[in-house]
């Protein structure tokens, strides 16, 4: 049998017989690498370590070191935790079990729910599974021959997702051991002995490919990691996520709500939710101004011949509600507000001389979210968008980026977050014949998206082939208190509709020229933005954004006017003050303040009283000692006038 060369990362060679498989590889480089390794790229895709090597070809070999491993350890534990249900509960029916970015999960058919004590046991089966070690083996089988056999064992959702998936006269599947198969293109693990560490956490519901008309399944959610610490300290995470819940200190803290007689996905501001909103969006339209945006306000619906030429009608459809018949056309409402910005861009002939022209607009959407995917403030069906649209020169697009990866890193700081991760995301070179814009576009774009953060000195992971079809984009993912990331901002090439709306300027050579598009967005939607902060600050939102930021408490009914008199002075100054003149004890008081997690707490007392001051308390500082109203103002006016992202 003829000798391949396999190149390996350091730019050294093996030469192998043609036919070895990676693990042999790995044997031949080190035994221990060779128990190490979980999985392999050759030539930059996954694969097993059982892998045969047919030509030259490079080769990295993945250990728990590797993130991508990582990926693969999960997929593996999905296969697992189905492996594990089936042998407990044979009557269930098996969909999809991805992997996932915190984990994995499966979703299956049963008539019966699965209960919290059914993970239990399918957890210590897992573990069962684990210590015989079943190996993961990839066979391929016939077609016709493994749709009759998820046939006759009334895996209907395999047979589609065969018959979905693949035209190929052999199949992929994965066997664990001699009894669990799954159609699964792979690849995965040598073993389950290899997996270490894994917790189910949560059942939840779920359609058959996100479609409320089909078959209403069980996703059961689980994490895994390469050792018991790690996991340790992801569960202690997910314990401290559970206290920052936005929708639970929502209610908590009276802030917003989802009405069930208005519907699903729709949420009411609540006067303290109102005033935090009222104070991030003023912040926000003065910088807009500032910054040279013009301020627009556009309509919630419009004539569907509008998203046709838009090409929402086409590609967006299933994300957009239904239209609505009226006198003299269909109207449908608004899932983005690109196109009415376009609109009043189109609105008059533009010279060279305007551009850079940017509009930006505190615009309300609405999206049809299934029911399942909806999650408080996160994914809602009627949402404010910061949206903003930037029709430049060619020669502006650098400076116009700057401006707006400048203005997001801005967001970050004022809001208190001061870490950040970035992706730029591109096209593939034109290969694909998928992208929209030629060449030239696509390099100018590129070219100013990439010399930005070169500029700034900001590191970014490069997505190749991950571009809009209509334009390369950034993203900046704010990460949080508990070190979980978020993405919200984003910078958007599209070359797509100006030319769909034969959008215009007048150069200096007097001729007609298409102009660039970027769109721009900073919070990505008000109400996902202030699902974040909440869970942030855990409610206890910094001075300058706190709905109150005084609370007056009177020891007795005698020290009302008082304090009474203290709050009106404060309010005077700008201060949002309130006071508690229940007829509670202080010690209550005092609590139920700490609960709604106001900053600061203003004691009153006959002593207070009669000396004119204050007994000041932090939330978290406790006691700080009496002092003079004025004294008071003074220690809280330069924080909020200075926006500090800590009370």
């Known amino acids: 049998m003829p000798n391949i060369q396999v190149t390996l990362p350091d ?14 590889v790995a044997e031949q480089i080190s035994p221990g690498l060779a128990r190490a390794a979980l999985v392999a790229k050759l030539d930059g895709a996954l694969v097993d370590l059982a892998t045969e ?32 249900t089936l042998e407990l509960y044979p009557e269930t029916r098996l969909g999809i079990g991805p992997p996932t970015e915190q984990g994995f999960f499966y979703d299956m058919y049963r008539e019966q729910p699965f209960t919290p004590d059914d993970l239990l046991k399918i957890e210590e089966r897992m573990q069962q599974i684990v210590k015989r070690d079943l190996k993961n083996e990839r066979v391929y089988i016939p077609r016709e021959e493994a749709l009759a056999a998820y046939r006759e064992q009334g895996e209907f959702m395999k047979c589609e997702l065969i018959e979905e998936k693949t035209d190929d006269p052999q199949v992929s599947v994965y066997k664990t051991g001699e009894a669990f198969s799954d159609f699964c293109r792979g690849p995965h693990i040598p073993s389950m002995g290899r997996i270490k560490a894994f917790k189910l956490l949560s059942i939840a519901g779920a359609y058959w490919k996100g479609d409320e008309k089909r078959e209403r399944l069980q996703r059961i959610y689980g994490t895994s990691f390469f050792n018991g610490k790690d996991l340790k300290e992801h569960l202690r995470r997910l314990e401290e996520a559970k206290k920052r819940d936005h929708r639970k200190l929502g209610k908590q803290l009276d802030l917003f709500s989802i009405q069930e007689a208005a519907g699903p996905g729709l949420i009411f501001w609540h006067p303290k939710g109102g005033t935090v909103r009222r104070i991030m969006e003023d912040w926000l339209r003065d910088q807009l101004v500032s910054r040279g945006y013009g301020l627009v306000t556009t309509p919630h619906v419009a004539r569907r011949h509008l998203w046709e030429t838009s090409g929402h009608a086409q590609f967006y459809a299933d994300d957009m509600f239904k239209p609505m018949e009226l006198d003299d056309s269909l109207y449908q409402l608004k899932p983005m507000n690109c196109p009415f910005h376009i609109l009043i861009y189109k609105d008059k002939l533009r010279s060279y001389r305007d551009l850079p022209v940017r509009l930006a607009e505190l615009g309300t959407v609405y999206r049809y979210e299934r029911s399942g995917v909806m999650h408080g403030l996160m994914r809602v069906r009627g949402f404010t968008q910061d949206d903003a649209h930037i029709f430049c020169a060619p020669e502006q697009v650098k400076s116009e980026v700057i401006g707006c990866v400048d203005f997001a890193l801005e967001v970050l700081r004022v809001f208190g977050f001061d870490k950040f991760e970035v992706e730029l995301s591109t096209w593939d070179g034109g290969a694909s014949g998928k992208y929209a814009g030629t060449p030239e576009e696509w390099k100018l774009a590129e070219d100013g998206l990439f010399d930005t953060l070169q500029e700034r000195g900001i590191e970014a992971k490069v997505m190749t082939d991950e571009a809009a079809f209509y334009g390369p984009k950034i993203d900046i993912k704010l990460v949080d208190a508990i070190g979980r990331s978020w993405q919200l901002s984003t910078v958007q090439f599209d070359f797509n509709l100006p030319r769909r709306f034969g959008l215009e300027y007048i150069g200096e050579d007097g001729k007609a020229h298409l102009p660039m598009m970027v769109h721009r967005a900073l919070w990505g939607s008000v109400e996902r933005f202030f699902g974040v902060l909440i869970e942030h600050y855990a409610g206890a939102f910094p001075l300058w954004l706190a709905p109150v930021q005084v ?68 939330r978290s500082a406790g006691d700080l000692g009496a002092e003079s109203a004025d004294d008071f103002l003074a220690r809280i006016r330069q924080p909020i006038a200075d926006r500090e992202p800590r009370a």
Do not use: C
């Open 551 to 618: 609370k007056a408490l009177p020891i007795t009914d005698a020290q009302n006017d008082y304090a009474r008199g203290v709050v009106e002075w404060l309010e005077a100054a700008g201060v949002r003050a309130e006071l508690d003149a229940r007829s509670e004890k202080i010690g209550f008081k005092i609590r139920e303040a700490q609960l709604a997690k106001v900053p600061y707490m203003l004691v009153v007392g006959p002593r207070e009283a009669e000396s004119g001051q204050v007994a000041v308390r932090h």
């Open 53 to 84: 090597l047919t030509a030259d070809a490079d080769l990295q070999l993945l250990t728990d070191r590797d993130p991508e491993a990582l990926e693969v350890y999960r997929h593996s534990s999905a296969h697992l935790l189905a492996a594990a």
């Open 11 to 24: 730019g050294s060679g093996r030469t192998v017989a043609q036919g070895a498989t990676v693990l042999e």
